[in-house]
């Protein structure tokens, strides 16, 4: 078993740097942008094509603008550009030429690797311009990636220059080939970026898997072209959540793996957690669509515990080498822990919904909890079984009641209860109403939708609904009203956090709790 995350050492040279990448249609936009986010920024990139035409003849009054290194990028069309070819060579002579006001003169400029220009290359080598040498695979990961960008940091390094590698991940498989290319490109120094929300990992954890730079763009910006903001990160949540100046290659890494991912609010849970304890740690959302592969792409970026949600929870527990006795007895895991770092040893399969479910129960009304009580559970999916085992274990008697009638009488017969189709007739049966209802389907989930419209409620009942959001789903809202006693997912989701926290760190959650200050 791996030994938890070490305290956070003195700060020391950026292991990676932050850069805004600007996309506005004219200078003026750009400057206004980076005014905005500079607080949270340590360099930009210009992305000159995006610039209206009438702007390209003022590119050398740019850097003059900012008060942070620029580096000036016309990226061509075949590399998800839009600059003519035949314009470039001009427009970049013009704008490393002529400095602007002050003398301030572009820090980078990017040029392809299979670009040659040796008056340009030399203009820029004259003017302290240092050469960005890139190559961009926008359909997918390529194999022998590792190999490629070696080869292009070893001609760069030989010329001064600084090499560059954008690739779009698509999927589990790509996340995998660029994890392995990170591994394997440990101490060469390069800009190593993966497009796409699958490739998110890649711009968070540049400080540790030794990127340069990370690109990222505001999440809110009005008007941000798809190409500029592609599963990139807002600044200040790589500044503030994942603490990015402090990740290094000694930080112990975490996350969520699930799909779909990014609502998650788990990376909020832990994170501060980390920080409040001084733990040179982060918590990183995965976004995966097979969990074979990315479990080897957590053993190559030496992941040392994740958090599993839908759909991965049941075939977590099937690819774990051991699993504690409740995971086994639910039949699925939330938890996956690293034998050794990175799961070398295999993984282990743990299931904290069941603590995270009974705890605010427990807190509010544990009463309901008592050996013979009745409760209605809503849905057979991977939360109700956690649900169904915590509550038979407590000797109550349950009621199934699932959209899909014979995935409901699978889970009763698991765990001896009763089953229904999804009906408010249905939930009569437990008699007089039952005290507790327990809401685990995904209805609701972004704010609409109610899973059992017809069913009325009655006053005095508790009502536990596992979705979370911004507020109270339709369901609770509707029980609320009915003067109900209501439960909401995040009370659940906060106890499973802290019992997932104390796994990965050995440690209790600071202060009151994971996400409670
Ligand atoms: P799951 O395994 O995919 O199961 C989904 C369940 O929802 C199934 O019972 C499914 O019924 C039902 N369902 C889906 N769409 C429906 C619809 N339109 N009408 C009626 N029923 C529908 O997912 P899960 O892991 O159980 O998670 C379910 C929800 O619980 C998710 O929203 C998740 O975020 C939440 N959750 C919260 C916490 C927490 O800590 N608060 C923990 C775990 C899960 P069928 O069988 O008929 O498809």
Not at 120 to 149: K, M, N, Q, T, W
Request: hydrophobic content about 45%; proline content about 6%; glycine content about 12%.
């Amino acid at each position: 078993m791996s030994g938890p995350p070490g305290a956070a050492g003195p700060a020391a040279a950026p292991a990676s740097r932050i850069c805004l990448c600007l996309t506005g249609a004219s200078l003026e936009q750009d400057a206004a942008l980076l005014r905005r986010e500079r607080r949270w920024v340590d360099l930009v990139e210009l992305r000159a094509d995006f610039l209206a035409p009438a702007e390209l003849a003022h590119l050398a009054r740019f850097p003059a603008l900012v008060d942070l290194p620029v580096i000036l990028t016309l990226r061509r069309a075949e590399d998800g550009g839009r600059c003519a070819e035949a314009d470039r060579r001009r427009l970049l002579r013009e704008a490393l030429a002529g400095a602007g006001p002050g003398g301030a003169g572009y820090a980078f400029v990017e040029l392809e690797h299979d670009f040659s220009d040796p008056e340009l290359e030399g203009a820029a080598r004259a003017r302290g311009c240092r050469v960005i040498r890139s190559f961009y695979d926008l359909h997918g990961v390529p194999a022998g990636l590792a190999a490629r960008v070696r080869r292009l940091a070893r001609r760069a390094g030989e010329r001064g220059e600084l090499a560059k590698a954008e690739v779009r991940v698509r999927g589990s498989r790509d996340q995998r080939r660029l994890a392995e290319a990170f591994r394997d490109l440990r101490g060469v120094e390069k800009i190593l970026l993966g497009l796409g929300e699958y490739g998110s990992f890649s711009r968070i954890l540049a400080g540790k898997l030794g990127s340069w730079l990370a690109c990222c763009s505001p999440a809110c910006a009005e008007g941000e072209p798809e190409v500029a903001t592609e599963g990139q990160t807002d600044p200040r949540v790589l500044t503030e959540l994942y603490r990015f100046r402090s990740i290094g290659p000694e930080t112990a890494v975490y996350g969520v793996v699930g799909n779909p991912v990014a609502h998650s609010r788990s990376p909020h849970l832990h994170n501060p957690g980390f920080t409040a304890l001084g733990l040179d740690a982060v918590y990183v959302p995965f976004l995966a669509d097979e969990l074979p592969e990315f479990l080897r792409t957590a053993r190559a970026l030496g992941i040392r515990g994740l958090s599993v949600t839908v759909p991965f929870k049941e075939q977590a527990l099937r690819l774990a080498r051991s699993a504690e006795d409740e995971a086994r007895a639910v039949g699925a895991a939330n938890t996956l822990l690293a034998g050794t770092a990175g799961g070398r040893g295999g993984w282990r399969a743990a299931n904290t919904d069941v603590a995270g479910f009974l705890a605010p129960l427990q807190r509010q009304a544990p009463a309901l909890l008592e050996p013979g009580a009745g409760a209605v559970v809503l849905g057979a999916g991977g939360a109700a079984r956690a649900v169904v085992y915590a509550l038979t274990r407590q000797g109550l008697k349950v009621l199934v009641l699932n959209r899909t009638p014979a995935r409901a009488r699978a889970l009763a017969r698991r765990f001896g209860c009763q089953w229904g189709g999804l009906e408010a007739r249905e939930a009569a049966r437990l008699g007089g109403g039952p005290a507790l209802i327990v809401q685990t389907t995904s209805v609701g989930l972004g704010g609409a939708g109610d899973p059992l419209p017809e069913y009325a409620f009655r006053a005095g009942q508790v009502v536990y609904d596992l979705v979370y959001g911004s507020g109270p789903t339709p369901f609770l809202a509707r029980a609320l009203a009915a003067g109900c006693r209501t439960v909401d997912g995040l009370a659940m989701l906060q106890a499973q956090a802290e019992a997932q926290f104390r796994l990965f760190t050995g440690s209790e959650p600071p202060g009151g709790g994971l996400g409670r200050g």
